[in-house]
């Protein structure tokens, strides 16, 4: 069935490191693809979103790429600050049969001074 | 300033005691959805809304209720609270069921 597969965690690094968070899906048709952030305490954010093949979302220093060939749209930053510490959920939206936002497991990312 | 908000924050409960949790949105958000957050199974979605007087199931329903009476409001009610049912509720609102969804702060609910 229809579904989303992310990296498991947690995840550390030292800040200034590179981070990749991988996140592939399975869905029939042409979703939409987004990166929520939840930092601690709170409730998710949108962090960035692709909508369609090739479309490269982007904010705060984080990238993914919409890969139609490679149903992927990993999460990318060149170089993460402690205050980058959350944890972070792969999630899509199918128009089919689905007609809901499914998100992944999350993956927890601390980042060291 | 554009916000979803719920209530309470926090609730310790015991089995069978009816409760509701709260939630409102001042976007003018036709959509709205419930969700759970349990440890290593991301969000699960409960119940969703598309307009006022129209609600559906979520992949996780059972045991669950809800009513959407108003637009800016979409109330979660537990008719008969069991402990499978402690977890970490988060409300949504969004203008369509594929545009980003605001969150709110989340309600942990403990049930004993």
């Known amino acids: 069935g229809d579904s989303v597969t992310q990296m498991e965690g947690p995840v550390t690094l030292s800040e200034e490191a590179f981070l990749t968070i991988n996140c592939t899906y399975t869905a029939t048709g042409y979703p939409s693809l987004f990166w929520y952030v939840q930092y601690p305490g709170e409730g998710l954010q949108l962090l960035l979103k692709a909508t369609k093949a090739d479309d490269k979302g982007s904010n705060k220093g984080f990238e993914a790429t919409y890969r139609k060939e490679t149903t992927s749209f990993h999460l990318e930053k060149g170089s993460v600050q402690v205050s980058d510490s959350a944890v972070y959920f792969c999630?899509?939206?199918?128009?089919?049969?689905?007609?809901?936002?499914?998100f992944g497991s999350g993956t927890q990312l601390t980042v060291l001074p | 300033e554009a916000q979803v908000t719920q209530n309470p924050r926090y609730l310790i409960t015991v089995t069978g005691k009816k409760l509701t949790v709260t939630c409102s949105q001042n976007?003018?958000?036709?959509?709205m959805s419930w969700y759970r957050q349990d440890p290593g199974l991301g969000l699960r979605q409960i119940y969703y809304?598309?307009?006022?007087?129209?609600?559906d199931k979520g992949d996780v329903p059972e045991g669950y209720k809800v009513s959407r009476k108003e637009k800016r409001n979409f109330p979660l009610i537990l008719e008969s609270p069991s402990p499978n049912q402690t977890s970490l509720y988060f409300c949504?609102?969004?203008f369509g069921e594929g545009d980003t969804q605001y969150f709110g702060p989340g309600t942990r609910l403990t049930v004993l």
């Open positions: 809304s598309m307009n006022v007087e129209v609600t």
């Open positions: 949504a609102s969004s």
């Open positions: 999630a899509w939206f199918s128009s089919g049969s689905a007609r809901q936002l499914t």
């Open positions: 976007m003018n958000h036709e959509y």
